[in-house]
């Protein structure tokens, strides 16, 4: 994403790339590093780091789209970071005020995992095109790769420490990315095009693949074991 962010401050333009993905990814990372603090999950301390790396890198990602962003989209962006600002203040709040000891653990828990399943279900859409089109032009392989390895890797260290809320969605992570890589095997030598009625679900895989690349890029900036992704 570092790429895409030179390109938009150089061209002063965001062009055709969604902010969505953006905002959705610093939800994530700032209810991870919520969940990983020890008044609320002890011994995740790295997890809280790394995620809160993340949502810092995030948040900056989500205001230079908004400076660069045409007027209709910059309202809509900002409608929507308030949301994202809203939804992290009502689950942190609601944590420290109203929750103590497990009970706080679950409910944080909770919200962070379901955000991160529904971060790795997003290339279930480029999946479904690969096997209609038979062509994986619009599922990179190392995109696919690094998706198993985030998965992967953040599914072990929550197996490790006994925690479900970080092995459970990452295992679903983990299986997804290796449902791309064998995808990727089955398909990559065919050079099936999308044609009439595909055309539309090209366009629409265009914006799904940045949806996962932007993610799992900035969970490999966020640090070394993690390989986008998020919790």
Known sequence: ?????????????????????????LLNCLLCAWYGLPFVSPNNMLFSTINGTGAVLEAVYVVIFIIYAPQKVRSMMLGL???????????ALASLLFLHGQT?????????????????ASPLFVMR??????????MPFFLSLFVFLCGTSWFIFGLLGHDP????????????GA???????????????????????VSKAKKAQNLVANQVEETMLEGGQRLPASC
């Open 1 to 25: 994403s570092s790429v895409t962010f030179r390109r938009i401050i150089k061209n002063k333009l965001t062009e055709d790339f969604s902010g969505v993905p953006y905002n959705m990814a």
């Open 81 to 91: 970071f308030a949301l994202v600002v809203t939804l992290f203040a009502a689950v």
């Open 104 to 120: 706080r653990k679950l409910f944080c828990g909770f919200a962070a995992a379901v955000f991160s399943i529904c971060m790795y």
């Open 129 to 138: 095109l690969v096997i209609r089109t038979k062509s994986v032009e619009f």
């Open 165 to 176: 809320f970080i092995s459970v969605p990452n295992g679903c992570g983990s299986v997804l």
């Open 179 to 201: 449902m791309q890589l064998i995808l990727y095997a089955i398909y990559r030598n065919h050079k099936g095009a999308a044609t009439g009625e595909d055309s539309v679900e």
